[in-house]
């Protein structure tokens, strides 16, 4: 099942928002209505000699170059066809009026020069130029130096935003990500090679294939705890003994197969039902190795404690009808509450839960039918003087077999009473634990010990950072950080964002629903916390609304908007002393 429904989730909308609020309601009927948001590629640009201002010809010269060499970037594309994707195969393209054409999205202060190197180079005041698109909120540079009068001196950083269209077959085929790779590698180039640039970059892609070489590079400590658990079971199942024909090390290998095999049934099962793989969940291994490891040890002792003498098929049953109801019992338990995440309107919890409870509910099977059946054999196998791990071997004397005496847990005589001497532990909590746990200063070392953390909690409660750094998120050999970096550095660990006025269910040719609409996106550009309007139709529709029927703005009446929609022309409108005229 897992190839065949498991998909990968790394995108924090998808994981971090619950998906039944009216956020999330809201953005998919955006979705719905105006297509699926373009992801942006983002490059901080700066200078490679820190406390450098880049508002300097040579640099935005050099930055204009690199922008000019990302527009040439070619990947190969992917499937048999072969073939090369270009950026304007996987860009978000914008229509153009003035050129008549679709150009490739992109947002940085180098649009105060039309990327064009000729009018960089023949700009004299290139700080004035950008302290002027400063104060108009078209720039956003990192680490600006502003006078007291608002007047910007000096900044250390900018921004180059380009965008995918998550639309293109080229997004979900792989073509982006191979274009998306070339990029790096030029930056990388750019890095080593540039004497004056030093370039960070942060995409979604990135994020979610750092997110994949991460979980990657982690299976090997997975590896390793199995191997370490399954030591620690090869001694709880057969005891410290040397003697290889009653030791366990075969038997106890059988935790690590439950494990694999129950990971693979529980996230198929997870994908069968909807619920995609993210980072988190391979940490689920470590809940199912305890889980596994606990339900064969209860297996074990009590089948251990059952007459050696009775046939195995008759000592499997008076045990598993006590064990068996006990991890019955802990396993439902257990999955019931991963289950209950079901309800949580937070998809990473509930894409964690889901597939962890199915893994438990595997474990709780594997146990009853593969476990129990590979304790029936090694059992045959010791009653058959055996040698572990090589069972078709067969000492043949106690000396080749054995260099100490076992040291196992006894069986239980009729009467229920240990017939072999018990193993410290056990003895500590037959003889010793009741005595300690009932005396007076036990039951005041209880309350305080557990008081005290309480109360240390409630103090801290205050202090406690809410949310999800995108540092912790991430590897801490991660390239991503490098931009986390500069994003702490020069804007104070915050990026712009995008923020969608949708007016829903408005007639905007009613000239009162229109001056509505422009009181507040008015409103909207008065706030403090809005850097500039990027895309505003209203703005549009007034200038051709002013210039062509040479009219006072806002209409009075209704408002010819579905005429605009249609126009095609492209005006000059001309202010002087007559009034406004059309050409």
């Given at each position: 099942?897992?190839?065949?429904?498991?998909?990968?989730?790394?995108?924090?909308?998808?994981?971090?928002?619950?998906?039944?609020?009216?956020?999330?309601?809201?953005?998919?009927?955006i979705?719905?209505?105006?297509?699926?948001?373009d992801?942006p590629?983002?490059?901080?640009?700066?200078?490679?000699?820190?406390?450098?201002s880049?508002?300097q010809?040579?640099?935005?010269?050099?930055?204009?170059?690199?922008?000019?060499?990302?527009?040439?970037?070619?990947?190969?594309?992917?499937g048999?066809?072969?073939?090369?994707?270009?950026?304007?195969?996987?860009?978000?393209?914008?229509?153009?009026?003035?050129?008549?054409?679709?150009?490739?999205?992109?947002?940085?202060a180098?649009e105060?020069w039309?990327?064009?190197?000729?009018?960089?180079?023949?700009?004299?005041?290139?700080?004035?130029?950008?302290?002027?698109?400063?104060?108009?909120?078209?720039?956003?540079?990192?680490?600006?130096?502003?006078?007291?009068?608002?007047?910007?001196?000096?900044?250390?950083?900018?921004?180059?935003?380009?965008?995918?269209?998550v639309?293109?077959?080229?997004?979900?085929d792989?073509?982006?990500?191979?274009?998306?790779?070339?990029?790096?590698?030029?930056?990388?180039?750019?890095?080593?090679?540039e004497?004056?640039?030093?370039?960070?970059?942060?995409?979604?892609?990135?994020?979610?294939?750092?997110?994949?070489?991460f979980?990657?590079?982690?299976?090997?400590?997975?590896?390793?705890?199995?191997?370490?658990?399954?030591?620690?079971?090869?001694?709880?199942?057969?005891?410290?003994?040397?003697?290889?024909?009653?030791?366990?090390?075969?038997?106890?290998?059988?935790?690590?197969?439950?494990?694999?095999?129950?990971?693979?049934?529980g996230?198929?099962?997870?994908?069968?039902?909807?619920?995609?793989f993210?980072?988190?969940?391979?940490?689920?291994?470590?809940?199912?190795?305890?889980?596994?490891?606990?339900?064969?040890?209860?297996?074990?002792?009590?089948f251990?404690?059952?007459?050696?003498?009775?046939?195995?098929?008759?000592?499997?049953?008076?045990?598993?009808?006590?064990s068996?109801?006990?991890?019955?019992?802990?396993?439902f338990?257990?999955?019931?509450?991963?289950?209950?995440?079901?309800?949580?309107?937070?998809?990473?919890?509930?894409?964690?839960?889901?597939?962890a409870?199915?893994?438990?509910?595997?474990?709780?099977?594997?146990?009853?039918?593969?476990?129990?059946?590979?304790?029936?054999?090694?059992?045959?196998?010791?009653?058959?003087?055996?040698?572990?791990?090589?069972?078709?071997?067969?000492?043949?004397?106690?000396?080749?077999?054995?260099?100490?005496?076992q040291y196992?847990?006894?069986?239980?005589?009729?009467?229920?009473?240990?017939?072999?001497?018990?193993?410290?532990?056990?003895?500590?909590?037959?003889?010793?634990?009741?005595?300690?746990?009932?005396?007076?200063?036990?039951?005041?070392?209880?309350?305080?010990?557990?008081?005290?953390?309480?109360?240390?909690?409630?103090?801290?409660?205050?202090?406690?950072?809410?949310?999800?750094?995108?540092?912790?998120?991430?590897?801490?050999?991660?390239?991503v950080?490098?931009?986390?970096?500069?994003?702490?550095?020069?804007?104070?660990?915050?990026?712009?964002?995008?923020?969608?006025?949708?007016?829903?269910?408005?007639?905007?040719?009613?000239?009162?629903?229109?001056?509505?609409?422009?009181?507040?996106?008015?409103?909207?550009?008065?706030?403090?916390?809005?850097?500039?309007?990027?895309?505003?139709?209203?703005?549009?529709?007034?200038?051709?609304?002013?210039?062509?029927?040479?009219?006072?703005?806002?209409?009075?009446?209704s408002?010819?908007?579905?005429?605009?929609i249609?126009?095609?022309?492209?005006?000059?409108?001309?202010?002087?002393?007559?009034?406004a005229?059309?050409?």
């Amino acid at each position: 099942l897992i190839p065949a429904f498991l998909t990968f989730e790394a995108d924090p909308v998808a994981l971090y928002i619950p998906q039944r609020s009216a956020l999330a309601q809201q953005r998919r009927y955006i979705e719905r209505t105006f297509g699926i948001w373009d992801e942006p590629g983002i490059l901080v640009v700066k200078h490679k000699t820190p406390g450098t201002s880049i508002m300097q010809p040579d640099f935005l010269l050099a930055a204009m170059d690199l922008h000019e060499r990302v527009q040439r970037v070619v990947a190969p594309a992917p499937g048999a066809g072969g073939g090369e994707l270009a950026m304007a195969d996987v860009c978000a393209r914008r229509f153009v009026t003035l050129t008549g054409d679709y150009v490739c999205a992109v947002l940085s202060a180098l649009e105060q020069w039309g990327y064009s190197k000729d009018k960089l180079a023949s700009d004299t005041d290139i700080v004035g130029t950008l302290a002027k698109a400063h104060a108009h909120s078209e720039v956003d540079l990192g680490g600006m130096v502003v006078t007291p009068a608002g007047q910007m001196v000096k900044a250390e950083a900018l921004q180059i935003k380009y965008f995918f269209n998550v639309s293109v077959a080229h997004y979900h085929d792989g073509g982006t990500l191979a274009w998306d790779r070339a990029l790096r590698a030029l930056l990388d180039d750019v890095n080593a090679h540039e004497p004056l640039l030093s370039v960070s970059y942060w995409s979604a892609l990135f994020i979610e294939e750092e997110a994949q070489s991460f979980v990657a590079k982690d299976s090997y400590l997975m590896a390793l705890s199995m191997v370490f658990i399954m030591f620690y079971v090869c001694i709880a199942l057969g005891g410290v003994t040397y003697d290889i024909r009653t030791s366990r090390m075969l038997l106890g290998t059988t935790s690590a197969v439950c494990v694999s095999l129950a990971m693979a049934a529980g996230f198929g099962l997870g994908a069968l039902c909807g619920y995609p793989f993210q980072p988190i969940n391979p940490i689920i291994v470590f809940t199912l190795l305890g889980v596994s490891v606990d339900d064969m040890i209860i297996i074990v002792d009590a089948f251990e404690r059952t007459r050696p003498a009775d046939p195995v098929a008759l000592r499997l049953s008076e045990s598993m009808a006590v064990s068996g109801s006990t991890i019955t019992v802990t396993s439902f338990t257990s999955a019931f509450v991963f289950f209950t995440a079901i309800w949580v309107d937070f998809p990473a919890l509930t894409n964690f839960c889901v597939p962890a409870g199915f893994c438990v509910l595997s474990v709780y099977v594997l146990q009853l039918f593969f476990f129990a059946g590979c304790l029936v054999l090694d059992t045959l196998r010791q009653e058959a003087g055996r040698a572990d791990v090589v069972p078709c071997f067969v000492p043949e004397s106690d000396e080749a077999a054995a260099c100490c005496a076992q040291y196992r847990p006894p069986p239980l005589a009729a009467g229920g009473k240990p017939t072999r001497a018990e193993r410290p532990i056990q003895l500590w909590f037959r003889t010793r634990y009741p005595r300690l746990l009932l005396q007076p200063r036990t039951r005041v070392a209880v309350v305080v010990g557990f008081l005290a953390p309480v109360l240390l909690a409630a103090r801290q409660i205050p202090d406690i950072t809410v949310g999800l750094p995108l540092r912790q998120t991430l590897a801490e050999s991660s390239p991503v950080l490098r931009y986390v970096d500069d994003l702490e550095t020069y804007w104070r660990g915050a990026q712009t964002q995008e923020a969608w006025l949708v007016y829903m269910h408005t007639n905007v040719t009613d000239a009162r629903a229109l001056r509505a609409a422009n009181r507040a996106m008015s409103a909207l550009t008065d706030l403090d916390s809005v850097l500039r309007i990027h895309v505003n139709w209203l703005a549009g529709f007034r200038d051709w609304y002013e210039c062509k029927g040479d009219r006072e703005w806002p209409p009075t009446s209704s408002a010819p908007v579905g005429e605009f929609i249609h126009d095609e022309g492209v005006y000059t409108c001309v202010h002087d002393e007559a009034g406004a005229t059309a050409h």
